[in-house]
Each structure stands twice: as C-alpha cells, then as structure tokens.
C-alpha cells in the first residue's frame, strides 16, 4: 500500500464535499422523497408535541436526547466505514441526520419510553418496534432510495435499534436512581 499524505487526505475530503455538494443540489433537493422526509419529519415534531407528557418533559426530552446521541455515533460509523449510506438527504449534511437521527428514532423511543415504564411492558414493544423500523420503516427508506445497504442486514438494525431502547432505559433508571440520592 503506498503512503498517503495528509495533504492528499484533505484534498480527497474537499472535492468529495464539492462533488457531494454538486449531488445534494441535482439529486436531492426538492425530489419527490425530499418532500417526503420534509413531511415524515414534521408529522413527527407534531405528533411528539401533542403526545408529550409534558409532566415529564424534562425526563423524556433527556432519553430523547440520549437516543440522538447514539444514532448520531452509529450512523457516523456506519457511513464514515461504508456500511450504510443515504443517497437522499434533507440536508446537504452528511450524515444525514434528519432522515431518521434527530426526529424520527428520537421520537418513537421518546414515545416507548414514556408511556411503557415497566421493562415488562416495554421490552415487548421496544421489539415490535425495532422490528418494524428494522424490517418496514429501513425497508421502505430503501426503496425510495433514501436509505442504502452496503455490508448491512435489517437483522442487524433490529439488534442495533433494540440496543439503543435497552441503553435508554438503562441509563435513564441509573440517572433517577442517582438523583434520589
């Protein structure tokens, strides 16, 4: 393998913002599924505002907070290694964070969180869930070609997204138990 210059690096990094750039306007911008992740998104935002417990805003905003924490990690690595992609973007950001990172997950597990307290009721539907995210919602994602597999599986999303709703109860348990002292 030849050496590889830092300068070489960093020029190979400028002129794939340029031509990312150059993509995002030409392929992403204003298409139909532009429009639809604009829509998702917002349907989102409106439900979680209606449905917040706002008793607990603090609390649930926090788990929230949390899951954008990790997806944003995951979908860093996941992009940054070639595994995933996402060839349309609501933003010219990459990753894309507002296809699913920042609303639509945070969402959904702001909602399990609040509503299921028990890991009795919760595991059930934190299942369901990520096998509809995993299996419909990344399904779907794919074939609108907004989301890609590379080196992927829907199983291992289910894993993944199971994961992320476990840590969250975990360490939101951990910061009540905590907070009590």
């Given amino acids: 393998m030849d050496n590889v210059s830092w300068e ?12 990312y750039w150059d993509y995002w306007l030409s392929e992403n911008v204003f ?11 917002a349907g989102c935002i409106l439900l979680w505002r209606f449905y917040v417990d706002r ?3 603090f609390e649930v905003l926090t788990a929230g907070f949390l899951v954008v924490v990790i997806t944003t990690v ?12 996402y060839p349309i973007s609501p933003t010219p950001l990459s990753p894309s964070f507002f296809v699913s990172t920042y609303v639509v ?3 959904l597990y702001m909602w399990i969180y609040q509503r299921y ?3 009795k009721q919760y595991l059930p539907v934190l299942l369901a869930a990520s096998f509809v995210s995993a299996y419909i919602g990344e399904g779907l994602l794919r074939i ?3 989301y890609e597999y590379i080196h992927w599986k829907a199983f291992y999303s289910v894993l993944v997204f199971t994961a992320i709703g ?3 109860k975990l360490t939101m348990m951990g910061w009540r138990a905590f907070e009590k002292y």
């Fill in 8 to 19: 070489e690096i960093t020029s190979t990094r400028e002129q794939l913002r340029d031509q």
């Fill in 31 to 41: 298409s139909y599924q532009w429009w639809i992740m604009i829509a998702v998104n």
């Fill in 55 to 57: 008793s607990r805003l």
């Fill in 74 to 85: 995951l979908d860093t690595l996941l992009i940054q290694y070639v595994v995933t992609s």
């Fill in 105 to 107: 997950l945070p969402v």
């Fill in 117 to 119: 307290s028990t890991w």
């Fill in 144 to 146: 609108l070609h907004i």
């Fill in 166 to 168: 476990v840590t969250v």
